[in-house]
């Protein structure tokens, strides 16, 4: 008799898209929720529901599609261009050495990923999208002032984070359930972010390194992401 698991796993291959966006979703509604629930901006402060819904909204329509696209259907076609065909045909009948060739596509699939996506795809998306769905007054200069003030911190801190993760999701884990495990990552990171934020001090002489990277000037700027 098949599994929760097993069914869900069948989903993911036969309705990827489907599939995907409903679980963006509620990794992205869950992360958001933890978030504001264990990082509170004041104490006793009621959770805002309708910054979840922005974030479930965010993951749903927006990052589920375009990762299902990149981290489904694109990434896992990119092949090392450093290997030539001939040494690549020839790695493919050992065994041993189609690990090794894995390995070394892999590398590159993430080298690429981590050069191009956080910092021309996740970061710009997300602070666009979600400064639209706040309905904020003049949301082109908000988005605006806030990739100018915070694009580099991020991306900066997303390399402290990501490329690790990204080289063993891409190495061990099948293609169709590499979303699923960039999104549990993803709350983590989501958390992290949020706590680093909203410590007392933060980068303003505490000492903490990684929190002057993510350190943002406007108190009026909300700062709780999802990155890959």
Not at 59 to 88: D, E, M, Q
Request: proline residues 6%.
């Amino acid at each position: 008799m098949p599994t929760l698991f097993h069914r869900y796993n069948e989903l993911l291959k036969r309705r990827p898209w489907i599939t995907n966006s409903l679980g963006c979703g509620i990794f992205f509604t869950i992360g958001d929720y933890a978030a504001q629930s264990l990082f509170p901006k004041e104490p006793d402060l009621p959770l805002d529901h309708k910054r979840m819904i922005r974030a479930g909204l965010y993951g749903s329509c927006f990052f589920a599609p375009i990762s299902v696209l990149w981290h489904g259907k694109t990434l896992p076609k990119l092949k090392n261009p450093f290997i030539n065909l001939f040494h690549r045909k020839k790695m493919e009948q050992v065994p041993a050495m189609r690990k090794k060739l894995h390995f070394y596509d892999s590398v590159f699939r993430m080298g690429i990923d981590q050069l191009i996506f956080p910092g021309f795809v996740w970061i710009p998306l997300y602070n666009t999208v979600m400064v639209i769905l706040a309905g904020r007054d003049d949301p082109f200069q908000v988005i605006q002032d806030k990739l100018y003030n915070n694009w580099w911190r991020v991306l900066s801190a997303n390399w402290t984070v990501w490329p690790g993760f990204q080289l063993f999701n891409l190495y061990f884990i099948p293609v169709h359930l590499r979303i699923v495990a960039l999104n549990v990552w993803a709350t983590g990171w989501n958390t992290f972010l949020s706590f680093v934020h909203n410590t007392k001090g933060h980068g303003h002489g505490s000492g903490h390194r990684l929190e002057e990277i993510v350190d943002i000037d406007d108190d009026e700027q909300e700062f709780y992401v999802f990155y890959d």
